[in-house]
């Protein structure tokens, strides 16, 4: 959608330029096909709740804002990206910040990175990584044939430490697999 209407923020903000929070543009804005709709973003000092109720309207998800990043966005990108593409877009910016969006069954949630609870982050199957947006909090179980877990589990931490990830590295002995939540 490409909205003109200004934020209840900015109509009562006069003593500054007028912010819009035109955001996230679509071909379709009457439906949202997940595979096939395509947005791009249009930002320019856009209070971060109207960022973010956008993307949840785009995708078809109920939008939490436990908690708000704080400031505004500005970003333009004419690339057009799927729903899920955008998400991933929003985390790789937010991420940096400390804050993150968890996308579980048909909510997306706005918190701070260390108020993340664990029952929130989504567990996926190896299959299911495609689906996922590339910031994306998630658990994955990574099932292991012909090694033991417990013996690979420190060469997966150690490959997370290279690629600066603060993910959390479990070895589930019973299933022989290593969890890896990133």
């Given at each position: 959608i490409e909205s003109g209407?200004?934020?209840?923020?900015?109509?009562?903000?006069?003593?500054?330029?007028?912010?819009?929070?035109?955001?996230?543009?679509?071909e379709a804005p009457s439906s949202l096909?997940?595979?096939?709709?395509?947005?791009?973003?249009?930002?320019?000092?856009?209070?971060?709740?109207?960022?973010?109720?956008?993307?949840?309207?785009k995708a078809g998800?109920?939008?939490?804002?436990?908690?708000?990043?704080?400031?505004?966005?500005t970003y333009t990108d004419p690339k057009q990206y799927t729903p899920t593409e955008a998400l991933g877009v929003l985390n790789?910016?937010?991420?940096?910040?400390?804050?993150?969006l968890v996308r579980r069954d048909s909510f997306l949630v706005s918190l701070q990175i260390g108020n993340v609870p664990e029952n929130l982050?989504?567990?996926?199957?190896?299959?299911?990584?495609?689906?996922?947006?590339?910031?994306?909090?998630?658990?994955?179980?990574?099932?292991?044939e012909g090694v033991k877990a417990e013996d690979w589990v420190d060469e997966v931490r150690n490959a997370l430490d290279v690629v600066g990830s603060k993910g959390q590295v479990a070895v589930l002995e019973r299933s022989n697999a290593i969890a890896v939540t990133d």
């Open positions: 209407e200004e934020s209840e923020r900015t109509k009562k903000d006069t003593a500054q330029p007028a912010r819009r929070a035109q955001p996230i543009t679509s096909d997940k595979t096939s709709d395509r947005i791009s973003f249009n930002f320019e000092n856009a209070p971060w709740p109207d960022v973010l109720k956008l993307l949840g309207q998800l109920t939008l939490d804002l436990r908690d708000v990043p704080p400031g505004e966005f790789g910016y937010l991420i940096a910040r400390g804050y993150v982050i989504p567990t996926v199957t190896i299959d299911e990584l495609p689906q996922r947006g590339r910031n994306e909090l998630l658990n994955v179980i990574f099932p292991l």
